[in-house]
C-alpha cells in the first residue's frame, strides 16, 4: 500500500482481493465487461479508455486450420479502398454456435476485378457483408464500389455499422470462446495486436484508432451481420446424368 504523502495512502484492489467471487462468478462477469474497461474493473487500474480493444493474448482465441464440413453455414465481411481491400471469411459450428475466421483476402492499390477474382474463388455462391460507406466511395469515374462489385457479380448486403455494439459483440464471442481465428491469417492477428483506443485533443476524447484496421473491421462486419449473411452452401444438381435399365418391364 504506498504512501502519497505523510496523511495519505493509496489502495489499489482488484478482483483478487474479493475472495467471495468465484471463477464461474468471474467468467460471466468478464464477460459482459468491454475490453477497454477490463483493466479498471478487474485490478482497479485507473487507465479508462485505453489500450487494447481486445486485450486477450492471441493464444487463446486463436486455433489450427481444419478442414470446415460442408454443412456449416459460411459468410464474409468486406472493407474496400484503393490502399486497402480486405475480406474476412467466417463459418460456424452448428453444435455450438462457434464462429471460426478460416480465410482472409488483403491486397492494396488494385482495380476491383483483380479482387474480385480472388474474393470469388473461395465461393462465389457466399453472401458478404460489405462497409456501408462503399455506397460514399468512388475508384472509378465516380461509380460507387458497392455498385462496381455488385456488377462484378458479388452477393453483398449493407453490414450492420454500429461500432460499439459491434466491438461488444466481437469482445464478448472473443472472451467466451465462440469466436476462433485460424493461426494461418496472419494479416488478421497483425491487426488484432495493433487495435486499439486512444485520447484525443484537449477534452481526453477516447476514441479507436482508425488505422491498420481493415480485415478486423471485416470481422466486425461479419459477426455483426451473420444472421443474414450466414449461408449453407446450396447443393448441386445435374441433369445431364444418363441412366441404362436393363429390363424395360422391370425397370432395372
Known sequence: MPQISESKWLTQAGWSNV????????????????????????EGTPALGMGAIYPIPLEQVTCDPFAIPAFWKRGYGMDVGWDRTAALWLAQDPTDGTLYAYAEHYMGQQIPAV????????????????????RQRAQEAGRQLFVTYQTLGFNLI??????????????????????????????????YRNYRREERGKDGRVVVVK??????????????????????????????????????RAGY
Not at 455494439?165 to 481465428?181: C, P, Y
Open 115 to 134: 479482387h474480385a477474382l480472388a474474393i470469388k474463388a473461395r465461393g462465389e455462391w457466399m453472401l458478404g457483408a460489405i462497409d456501408p460507406a462503399s
Open 211 to 248: 488505422k491498420f484496421d481493415h480485415v478486423i473491421d471485416c470481422l466486425r462486419y461479419a459477426v455483426m451481420t451473420w444472421p443474414a449473411i450466414g449461408k449453407v452452401k446450396p447443393v448441386e444438381h445435374r441433369h445431364d446424368a444418363v441412366f441404362t435399365v436393363g429390363d424395360r
Open 158 to 191: 449493407n453490414a450492420i455499422n454500429a461500432v460499439d455494439a459491434g466491438l461488444d459483440e466481437v469482445w464478448t464471442r472473443l472472451s467466451t470462446g465462440r469466436l476462433k481465428i485460424f493461426t494461418t491469417l496472419q494479416n488478421l492477428q497483425a491487426e
Open 19 to 42: 475472495p467471495h467471487l468465484d471463477e464461474q462468478a468471474r467468467t460471466e462477469l468478464l464477460s459482459s465487461i468491454p475490453p477497454y474497461l477490463r483493466a479498471a474493473r478487474t
